[in-house]
Every structure is written in structure tokens, then in C-alpha cells.
């Protein structure tokens, strides 16, 4: 198959965007975008420099290198119509283990016009429960302690804000593409809670200097193994150390509030608005609470890959239950959206054989998700009385998933959750099914004092264990 080149001179492009989390997705998404407006020459100013920050991050970083820079991106379409595009974009790539002041001194730089984030659901170190920037973490207080030796996302970031400021280099803009319901406002929050602790005339400056737009991102985009580098170079002909795979669907809405100017992303497909709001809804609400819905009863019947669950019948018609009947009456469509599409079009893309992302990708972290898929609407269905079973499986689902390690099939696994607490574990290894309900993901609502969802539940707890995921699945969709 050939390879879609970039249609730039590479020594032509400058990096007005500075981004922090150089991951697959960011490769898929974001660089995606760019490296197609980088196509206009009046757009050459917006190169992208990338920044790595932890110390699992060596290997990317030297593959990337090695190929100086340039990957390839292979793009899977549902209708088996598939492209790979060469990507150039990436410009430079600093890794904060090796280079801090490099990191810095860059975000300094008058030129970055606009620093962009993709650090995940539990990066910007809010409290599940008061929604507060936990000051006592102690890589937080080491860097609140000792600015000029930054080892945190919010420590490089207020440091090289530090040297702008007294540079005079101007004001910037920090971009969320996280998937958080207002993630601009989230990471407004963070980022200003720590440089309040951390330099009150910094967190001054940065209030009136800097603009912290929402946004909402969407493009599935699997890990890459091994196996899918092999596969992927096989298809390209290309010897890529570094290869991305996604599906063909890609969306970006961006609340238009950019401090320092932007790239014109709209030549692109970006839709820029004055309230993302109604996107994020839609599409937290619907594709990634449905991402969660899917993860742990798939992942404990033995599924492996998002596909070929989506073969399994009574999957999907509880998934679609869920989005028709729990969603969908607290999900606005925005601007011209037909809602009933979008979810036609979701469960194509859950099913797209070419992608088949990983369950266990979508069940990594679920303590973070929780909080910010689940539980908003959960709420507004408990006060409106609606039918809890779906929710209540899901949670049962959960638990079993954490706390027994082997699925339907008899494997053992290993579970994937970086931010449980040690209260956390606790709940998780009680042998009483309600402690469970005292996680720091539910933490929002009091799940216990609920009694339709603690019957619904625990009867789904005790069912599963007893009869198998299987067996109450298809009893709970029928």
C-alpha cells in the first residue's frame, strides 16, 4: 500500500505547540491535524514540540529519534477503505528525565504560542471526592519545594511559565485533550492550585496571561504491540519503530479562546465554538461510558478485543440499551447532530475488525473514569428514578473484575489501576459486597444509602460469582 507523504519542507517548520505526553493518541489525534495544515504555507509556524516527562517514556523517545522523528500513521476505515499517512509534524522531542531544562527553557520561548496535554483522566491530581488538587502527594511537594528541579507536569509547566514571565515572552495558551468533561476548566484548576502553593506572583500572572480552553477529542487509537508493529510495517513497507493504527472517524471541538493566536485547524475539520459543553456530553456521556460498559463484563467472559465482543449479541444489546433508554435522555444533541447516527455510528466503530483495540486498554484506570463517565448521569438517574440494573451490573462487573483475577475462562490476570488508594484496596479485598461501594470512584454519590441500586447490586454481585458473567448478562438484557 503506499504511504500518503507529508507536502511540507520539514526545515521549514518552526513549533508554536508545545505538547506534554507524546502517547499514541496524540500521534493519531492531534499530530494528525496538524501535519495536514502544515500543507499551507502561511501555517508553518505551528510545528509541534514534544515533550516526554516519565522514565517509561526512553523507549518512544529513542525510536522516534532514531527515524528522525517521522512515524506513520495507518488509518483503518470501517468500510475496509484504509490509508497510511507519513506524519512530520513532531518536530522536536525533549524528554524531561534527560533534558529538564531543556523542557523549561522551551516553554519559555516566545515562539510557543500554546502548550497541549494529553496526561490522562488522573493526571491533573484532583480528588475524587472533593474534586480538590492534592497538594499532598510527594512528588507535588517536591516540586512546590524545589522549583528549579521540577519532576511533575505542573512543575515544569509553572517553571518554564516562570521564565516567561520574567523573559517577557507574553501569554499562551494550555490545551486539554483529555477526555474530562470541561477539561480546560479542570486543568485551569490544577495548574493554578499548585502555582498557589507553589508562587502566588506566578498564579497572578498566570491568571491574566494565560487561557485554558475546553475541548473534546475522539479517535479510537489501540496500544501498539509488538505484533501490530510487525503487522503494520508489513502493510507499509516501511521499517517504522514507532507506528500508530486508529480507525478512520476523528473529531475536534475547541472552545475558541486563544490567548497568543492559533493554528487556522477549521481548513482541517476542527469545529471551533464558544461552548464545547454540549460535545463533551455527548460524547463522555455515550462513547466512553460505553467504552466502560463493555470493559469488564467483555474482559471477565474472556473477550481480549474490543471487536469481537461487539460479535457476542447480548454485548451489544446491552450497550445499546444503555446508551437508548439510561443515556440518552440527558444527552442534548449538539449543533446538527443526529443523536440516533452518532450511536449507530458508535457501535460500527466498537465493531471496526481492523482497529480491534484492546479491552484491557479500556479497562485500565477504571477508578478515574468512573468519576467522570458514570457517575454524573448515575445521578441524575437515581434522582429520577430510573432503572438502575444496567449501571448496578456494571459495578458488580467491576468489582469482580478487581478483586478475583481470573476471568470465565479459568486465565488469571493482572489488573491495571495506578491511582487506587490504600482505602481503595481495602474495599476491594472486603468480603462484603457493599464495602465496595465506599471506593474513591463512587465517592460522588453515596452509593450505599441508595437501597434500589444496593439490592440491585449486591443480588448481580452474588449472581456473578455464583452462575457466572454469562448466564446474568443475558438474563439482565432480556
Not at 235 to 251: H, L, M, R, T
Not at 328 to 340: E, M, Q, S
Not at 358 to 384: A, E, H, T
Request: aromatic residues 10%; negative net charge; glycine residues 6%.
Amino acid at each position: 500500500m503506499n504511504i500518503i507523504p507529508y507536502n511540507y519542507d520539514p526545515n521549514t517548520i518552526e513549533s508554536g505547540i508545545l505538547h506534554i505526553g507524546v502517547g499514541n493518541f496524540h500521534r493519531a489525534h492531534q499530530q494528525f491535524y496538524i501535519n495536514r495544515l502544515l500543507a499551507d504555507k502561511d501555517q508553518h509556524g505551528w510545528g509541534i514540540c514534544g515533550v516526554c516527562l516519565l522514565p517509561s517514556d526512553q523507549k518512544i523517545v529513542e525510536n522516534l529519534r532514531s527515524q528522525h522523528l517521522d512515524y506513520t500513521l495507518t488509518v483503518f476505515g470501517r468500510d475496509g477503505n484504509d490509508e497510511i499517512y507519513k506524519v512530520g509534524s513532531l518536530r522536536e522531542l525533549l524528554w524531561g528525565i534527560e533534558q529538564p531544562a531543556a523542557v523549561t527553557k522551551k516553554i519559555a520561548e516566545r515562539s510557543i504560542k500554546i502548550v497541549t496535554l494529553t496526561i490522562t483522566e488522573g493526571g491533573y491530581n484532583l480528588d475524587k471526592e472533593t474534586n480538590k488538587f492534592n497538594l499532598d502527594d510527594e512528588k507535588i511537594k517536591h516540586d512546590i519545594e524545589n522549583p528549579s528541579q521540577p519532576t511533575t507536569v505542573f512543575g515544569f509547566i509553572a517553571e518554564g511559565l516562570r521564565k516567561r514571565k520574567e523573559n517577557r515572552g507574553g501569554g499562551l495558551t494550555i490545551l486539554s485533550c483529555d477526555n474530562l468533561q470541561h477539561n480546560g476548566s479542570t486543568a485551569k484548576k490544577a495548574f493554578l492550585s499548585f502555582m498557589e502553593a507553589q508562587d502566588k506572583e506566578l498564579a497572578s500572572w498566570v491568571a491574566t496571561n494565560v487561557t485554558f480552553p475546553n475541548s473534546m477529542v475522539d479517535r479510537i487509537t489501540p496500544a501498539t504491540t509488538l505484533e501490530d508493529i510487525k503487522r503494520l510495517d508489513q502493510i507499509s513497507g516501511f521499517n517504522d519503530k514507532a507506528p500508530v493504527y486508529c480507525e478512520d472517524f476523528c473529531q475536534w471541538v475547541i472552545e475558541d479562546n486563544f490567548i497568543a493566536g492559533r493554528p487556522a485547524l477549521e481548513r482541517v475539520g476542527v469545529e471551533f465554538t464558544n461552548d464545547v459543553a454540549a460535545y463533551e456530553n455527548m460524547k463522555l456521556s455515550l462513547l466512553n461510558a460505553s467504552h466502560i460498559l463493555l470493559s469488564y463484563p467483555s474482559f471477565i467472559k474472556g473477550y481480549r478485543k474490543v471487536d469481537e465482543a461487539m460479535q457476542d449479541d447480548t454485548i451489544c444489546r446491552y450497550i445499546r440499551d444503555f446508551m437508548d433508554i439510561d443515556i440518552t435522555p440527558y444527552v442534548p444533541a449538539p449543533g446538527n447532530t443526529d443523536l440516533d447516527q452518532y450511536k449507530q455510528t458508535l457501535m460500527e466503530r466498537f465493531g471496526n475488525r481492523s482497529v480491534s483495540d484492546q479491552v484491557s486498554r479500556l479497562c485500565f484506570d477504571g477508578v478515574s473514569k468512573f468519576p467522570v463517565y458514570i457517575m454524573p448521569n448515575l445521578s441524575k438517574m437515581i434522582d429520577d428514578q430510573k432503572d438502575l440494573s444496567r449501571v448496578a451490573f456494571l459495578i458488580a462487573s467491576y468489582r469482580h473484575y478487581l478483586k478475583y483475577k481470573v476471568d470465565e475462562k479459568g486465565l488469571s490476570y493482572e489488573i491495571a489501576e495506578p491511582w487506587l488508594t490504600v482505602d481503595d484496596k481495602k474495599c476491594i479485598a472486603s468480603d462484603e459486597p457493599i464495602d465496595f461501594l465506599d471506593l474513591s470512584a463512587f465517592k460522588s454519590i453515596h452509593l450505599k444509602r441508595v437501597e434500589p441500586f444496593v439490592l440491585l447490586y449486591s443480588t448481580f454481585v452474588n449472581r456473578i460469582k455464583d452462575q457466572g458473567i454469562t448466564s446474568v448478562l443475558i438474563s439482565a438484557v432480556h
